[in-house]
């Protein structure tokens, strides 16, 4: 079994969890720009640390710098728009087309890096959109109001974040120092973070949910500086295409935690769409 599909295998389950969180915090009514800062910061302090006890050294600083705004600015936003989304959409139906990203990501794969995928692993990939597909075909048969659009709207400029973020971090994986990216990524991610924070209109929060964000801001940024890792090691010597089709299936993690833990509902087509998904991580193992 290759090395680069242990290590997303790592990340899908770190990442998944850390995706739950999100729900968490929307369901708890937390401050999605408080969150999202204290889980950056936690990750840049993590980051930090390993990097300096390493005694790692960056020899190449401009793609370190390009790479690492690129990626914070676009995860940031990711991380809150999925976040908002949450608010106004289910957890089933809001994880899976905000694996649309995937699409973008791969193609972008296919024709710049030019991946060469398996016969078996072209079925996987078909099986990770067949999951975008049937939960599309769900959303378009229901009536959607106007709260939900809105929530469309944020769930539309996370895709575009998180695809920009996923290249990045290709890019980053081959020309820079792991925890060094990660340690600056995570610090402009914070500070950009803190930035909207200041300036975003928000509702009064209790103080009850301050603690809660800054709990789960903590849990999701040590649960982030693993599968982040992981992930950027299996981006190093896998191709970009199959580690995000692998990656990419980490909102099942979320849903049936989603299920479990809130009682959300599973329709026949959701779960076609998590079996479709797990098919799906399991095709892109061939190499």
């Known amino acids: 079994m290759a090395p680069w599909y242990l290590y997303s295998i790592a990340a899908l389950l770190l990442l998944g969890s850390q995706r739950f969180l999100y729900k968490v915090a929307a369901e708890n009514g937390c401050s999605s720009i408080l969150t999202t800062a204290i889980f950056m910061g936690t990750v840049t302090l993590l980051s930090g640390i390993a990097f300096f006890s390493t005694g790692s ?17 676009t995860f940031a936003a990711a991380t ?28 972008f794969s ?7 995928l398996h016969p078996v692993q072209w079925l996987g990939m078909a099986a990770a959109l067949g999951v975008v ?34 290249v990045s971090c290709k890019f980053a994986a081959v020309q820079t120092d792991k925890a060094a990216f990660m340690a600056l990524t995570y610090l402009l991610a914070t500070i950009f973070s803190v930035l909207i924070n200041l300036r975003w209109k928000r509702r009064p ?12 801001g903590l849990t999701m ?41 809130y ?23 061939q190499s």
């Not at 929060?205 to 789960?216: K, N």
């Open 133 to 166: 597909a049937v939960l599309l075909s769900e959303l378009h048969n229901s009536r959607i109001s106007g709260h939900q659009t809105v929530g469309l709207w944020f769930v539309s400029a996370n895709i575009v974040c998180a695809a920009v973020s996923s």
């Open 80 to 107: 809150i728009f999925n976040i908002e989304a949450l608010k106004r959409l289910p957890a089933s139906v809001t994880f899976p087309l905000t694996r649309l990203t995937m699409v973008l990501v791969v193609l």
């Open 205 to 216: 929060v209790r103080p009850d949910q301050t603690r809660t964000a800054l709990l789960l």
């Open 57 to 73: 050294t960056v020899t190449s600083i401009a793609p370190l710098l390009i790479w690492a705004l690129v990626n914070s600015t």
């Open 263 to 285: 009682r959300e509902h599973l329709s026949t087509k959701r779960v076609t769409a998590i079996a479709l998904a797990l098919a799906a991580v399991i095709l892109m193992k």
């Open 110 to 116: 296919l024709l710049y890096f030019g991946d060469q």
């Open 221 to 261: 940024g040590i649960l982030n500086f693993a599968g982040f890792y992981a992930l950027l090691c299996a981006l190093e010597t896998g191709p970009l295409s199959a580690v995000v089709l692998i990656t990419g299936m980490q909102f099942i993690i979320a849903i049936i935690l989603s299920v479990i833990l």
